[in-house]
């Protein structure tokens, strides 16, 4: 029974995750226009979306507001995370724990909404942000990215030997020296690996960016969506296949990154 | 540095009236219900090394964390060389500390480990790293200065960890349990290192820990603690040799204890009538009164174990060996007496081709009335 039922799960495991994929990748070289009929070999699709000024431009609005708020999201996802795992008693405490992880569970269409409606109304009163756009969209990804790097960043922390910050602290170091000296290179694989998921699921979005943004500030997730409305066209397949190189060498840098900092005993 | 203190001077707290290093005065630490330390008080003396002994939970280790400065006490008051560490955050006290997990910090080099007090200091970091240099030689570990901790064995980790806590040169050096992660061969060793480097330089240590034989073996005094409170506070031969508890006795060494009266006081002599051995003689003891209740309690290797009967001794019992473990340089033996009291002794095993008591045998055990230690709590 073991013999062959092993073999056979994983089979069907692996087909059922990466067959999609693989025929995406292989339709991607296809001739022909029609998505599903093959017509042999050709790289005209990725020619084709070279030139195409749309989808370029908002794989760049993409790239950047996928950097700008897993930065962001990082930073203040670390902080929270320290908050909540180094101090032991504050006023809103139970607050912050509840709050910093609210946007984990809250649907999109809601995060989505009720960020939009703020912008609104803060425009209204203060003037600033002006208008939809990049900006909004930075804020909102940073928003519930935070929460996710908070998770990751928290799990470190309380893993984390808290008597090295002490003996820092014990060796002459105030606590902010402390936090940059031992703390953070100390979780910093996981900090890593928390701005790699960050800026994969901002990257992923459309539910949240459709919300917030603006005329002109279109990202990549809402192009291809409005595109694929229009029928489904070859173009795609070959961004969707340079967007799985990206993220494939992405995965294997973060994971040999970590593997490397487990070994070094962090 | 502190000259290695002079021999009249080896035990100050002999003397009246001497200055202590360190004053622990009336100090309670509570967790929200939990008393952890309750009104503690101790002196510490300069270059002393004074051990705090007692089981898991029993305070030790947040007496040391507030000398430290790591807690702070709920009430009381800590002195350290004549100033008040009340409002001292833990980076300004001179005190330093070695973790029992070591702490050493995994992305930093043995000797930028080291180094690490030293630059916090505003030391110039070539004097710095000649400074840290000359603390790895002391613990002999130069030539692994380059290494990153998880590259080392557990004893040449304890001794980056001792030469990170020792190059400020701190007036005191706490140290939770040291040698705990070593194994026993290697602990041995270390103990008697540890020594060395403390007299050679001088510094006031304060260890913490649960191992009797280890603190038996560093300590210039112990501290016995139980409840968040502390016991006794002795030399190590005090300690074991007039404990003043019941519980002292149990916890340092193995002990026989006897329950009873006080029955009879004489100038040269007293008796107590035992619950187990009936009537012993024993030295007269100050403080006692007729009809108290008291133990009576002797250490097992203090019992003499023969086949016929001895001569001119009082304390004299009948008994059968019931188990014998033979251990080498010495034998433990459970000795069941005709009222069915269980006897610790043991015997030193002096003689090479000696014929050792063993098994069901019958013997006679004795005991000198300077044996006993009455204790009335």
Redesign the interface.
């Given at each position: 029974m073991r013999g062959w039922f092993l073999p056979l799960a994983v089979a069907f495991g692996f087909i059922f995750l990466y067959a999609p994929i693989v025929s995406l990748v292989v339709f991607s070289f296809n001739e022909s226009r029609l998505v599903t009929v093959w017509g042999g070999f050709s790289t005209r699709w990725y020619g084709e979306l070279l030139r195409d000024r749309q989808i370029l431009g908002s794989a760049w609005i993409s790239l950047q507001v996928a950097f700008a708020s897993a930065t962001l999201a990082t930073v203040i996802g670390t902080l929270g995370a320290f908050v909540l795992t180094r101090f032991s008693s504050f006023t809103g405490r139970l607050l912050l724990t509840g709050m910093i992880t609210a946007p984990l569970v809250m649907p999109e269409v809601i995060t989505g909404l009720s960020l939009l409606l703020l912008f609104v109304s803060m425009e209204l009163t203060l003037g600033w942000p002006a208008g939809r756009g990049l900006t909004t969209i930075i804020i909102a990804h940073t928003t519930f990215c935070a929460a996710f790097v908070a998770v990751i960043a928290q799990s470190r922390l309380r893993s984390m030997d808290e008597s090295l910050e002490e003996a820092a602290r014990d060796l002459g170091a105030g606590p902010v020296r402390v936090f940059f000296d031992v703390t953070l290179p100390v979780i910093a694989p996981a900090l890593v690996a928390g701005w790699l998921l960050a800026f994969t699921l901002s990257l992923d979005d459309l539910v949240i960016a459709s919300f917030v943004s603006g005329p002109g500030a279109s990202t990549l997730p809402m192009v291809i969506f409005s595109k694929v409305r229009l029928g489904v066209s070859p173009d795609i397949n070959a961004l969707a296949t340079i967007i799985i190189g990206f993220v494939l060498v992405a995965v294997l840098i973060a994971g040999w990154l970590m593997r490397r900092a487990l070994r070094k005993g962090g | 540095m502190s000259q290695p203190a002079i021999a009249a001077d080896t035990k100050p707290w002999r003397r009246e009236g001497a200055t202590p290093f360190i004053s622990v005065r009336g100090v309670t630490k509570q967790f929200g219900d939990f008393t952890a330390v309750a009104d503690v008080d101790l002196e510490i003396y300069k270059s002393e090394l004074f051990c705090l002994l007692g089981e898991s939970g029993c305070g030790k280790s947040t007496l040391l964390r507030m000398l430290?400065?790591?807690e702070q006490a709920t009430s009381g008051t800590i002195t350290i060389d004549g100033e008040d560490m009340a409002r001292v955050?833990?980076?300004?006290r001179p005190?330093?500390?070695m973790?029992?997990?070591y702490?050493?910090?995994?992305?930093m080099t043995v000797e930028k480990n080291v180094a690490?007090?030293l630059l916090?200091?505003g030391l110039k970091k070539s004097v710095a790293y000649e400074r840290a240099a000359e603390m790895l030689r002391m613990v002999k570990l130069e030539k692994l200065a380059r290494r990153?901790?998880?590259q080392l064995s557990g004893g040449q980790r304890q001794r980056v960890a001792l030469a990170?806590a020792l190059v400020?040169r701190p007036k005191l050096l706490l140290l939770d349990e040291p040698l705990g992660a070593l194994d026993k061969k290697l602990r041995e060793e270390t103990q008697f290192e540890l020594i060395k480097i403390q007299e050679t330089l001088g510094v006031t240590f304060i260890v913490v820990t649960h191992d009797q034989d280890e603190a038996m073996t560093l300590a210039t005094r112990i501290g016995v603690m139980k409840d968040g409170k502390i016991e006794q506070i002795g030399e190590p031969r005090e300690i074991y040799e007039t404990p003043n508890s019941r519980f002292v006795a149990d916890f340092i060494g193995s002990v026989n204890l006897f329950e009873g009266k006080v029955d009879a006081v004489a100038p040269d002599m007293m008796r107590i009538e035992t619950y187990e051995l009936g009537p012993v003689l024993l030295p007269p003891q100050a403080g006692l009164t007729l009809g108290q209740q008291v133990w009576g309690a002797v250490r097992p290797e203090r019992f003499a174990i023969s086949r016929s009967k001895p001569e001119n001794t009082p304390n004299t019992w009948q008994g059968v060996v019931e188990e014998m473990g033979y251990i080498g340089h010495m034998s433990q033996y459970r000795i069941r007496l005709s009222n069915g009291v269980l006897i610790r002794a043991s015997q030193s095993n002096r003689l090479r081709d000696e014929d050792p008591i063993s098994w069901d045998e019958k013997v006679w055990i004795s005991v000198q009335p300077s044996a006993f230690r009455v204790l009335t709590r």
């Amino acid at each position: 029974m073991r013999g062959w039922f092993l073999p056979l799960a994983v089979a069907f495991g692996f087909i059922f995750l990466y067959a999609p994929i693989v025929s995406l990748v292989v339709f991607s070289f296809n001739e022909s226009r029609l998505v599903t009929v093959w017509g042999g070999f050709s790289t005209r699709w990725y020619g084709e979306l070279l030139r195409d000024r749309q989808i370029l431009g908002s794989a760049w609005i993409s790239l950047q507001v996928a950097f700008a708020s897993a930065t962001l999201a990082t930073v203040i996802g670390t902080l929270g995370a320290f908050v909540l795992t180094r101090f032991s008693s504050f006023t809103g405490r139970l607050l912050l724990t509840g709050m910093i992880t609210a946007p984990l569970v809250m649907p999109e269409v809601i995060t989505g909404l009720s960020l939009l409606l703020l912008f609104v109304s803060m425009e209204l009163t203060l003037g600033w942000p002006a208008g939809r756009g990049l900006t909004t969209i930075i804020i909102a990804h940073t928003t519930f990215c935070a929460a996710f790097v908070a998770v990751i960043a928290q799990s470190r922390l309380r893993s984390m030997d808290e008597s090295l910050e002490e003996a820092a602290r014990d060796l002459g170091a105030g606590p902010v020296r402390v936090f940059f000296d031992v703390t953070l290179p100390v979780i910093a694989p996981a900090l890593v690996a928390g701005w790699l998921l960050a800026f994969t699921l901002s990257l992923d979005d459309l539910v949240i960016a459709s919300f917030v943004s603006g005329p002109g500030a279109s990202t990549l997730p809402m192009v291809i969506f409005s595109k694929v409305r229009l029928g489904v066209s070859p173009d795609i397949n070959a961004l969707a296949t340079i967007i799985i190189g990206f993220v494939l060498v992405a995965v294997l840098i973060a994971g040999w990154l970590m593997r490397r900092a487990l070994r070094k005993g962090g | 540095m502190s000259q290695p203190a002079i021999a009249a001077d080896t035990k100050p707290w002999r003397r009246e009236g001497a200055t202590p290093f360190i004053s622990v005065r009336g100090v309670t630490k509570q967790f929200g219900d939990f008393t952890a330390v309750a009104d503690v008080d101790l002196e510490i003396y300069k270059s002393e090394l004074f051990c705090l002994l007692g089981e898991s939970g029993c305070g030790k280790s947040t007496l040391l964390r507030m000398l430290a400065g790591f807690e702070q006490a709920t009430s009381g008051t800590i002195t350290i060389d004549g100033e008040d560490m009340a409002r001292v955050p833990p980076d300004r006290r001179p005190t330093n500390m070695m973790f029992q997990s070591y702490a050493l910090f995994p992305h930093m080099t043995v000797e930028k480990n080291v180094a690490y007090g030293l630059l916090r200091e505003g030391l110039k970091k070539s004097v710095a790293y000649e400074r840290a240099a000359e603390m790895l030689r002391m613990v002999k570990l130069e030539k692994l200065a380059r290494r990153r901790p998880d590259q080392l064995s557990g004893g040449q980790r304890q001794r980056v960890a001792l030469a990170r806590a020792l190059v400020k040169r701190p007036k005191l050096l706490l140290l939770d349990e040291p040698l705990g992660a070593l194994d026993k061969k290697l602990r041995e060793e270390t103990q008697f290192e540890l020594i060395k480097i403390q007299e050679t330089l001088g510094v006031t240590f304060i260890v913490v820990t649960h191992d009797q034989d280890e603190a038996m073996t560093l300590a210039t005094r112990i501290g016995v603690m139980k409840d968040g409170k502390i016991e006794q506070i002795g030399e190590p031969r005090e300690i074991y040799e007039t404990p003043n508890s019941r519980f002292v006795a149990d916890f340092i060494g193995s002990v026989n204890l006897f329950e009873g009266k006080v029955d009879a006081v004489a100038p040269d002599m007293m008796r107590i009538e035992t619950y187990e051995l009936g009537p012993v003689l024993l030295p007269p003891q100050a403080g006692l009164t007729l009809g108290q209740q008291v133990w009576g309690a002797v250490r097992p290797e203090r019992f003499a174990i023969s086949r016929s009967k001895p001569e001119n001794t009082p304390n004299t019992w009948q008994g059968v060996v019931e188990e014998m473990g033979y251990i080498g340089h010495m034998s433990q033996y459970r000795i069941r007496l005709s009222n069915g009291v269980l006897i610790r002794a043991s015997q030193s095993n002096r003689l090479r081709d000696e014929d050792p008591i063993s098994w069901d045998e019958k013997v006679w055990i004795s005991v000198q009335p300077s044996a006993f230690r009455v204790l009335t709590r």
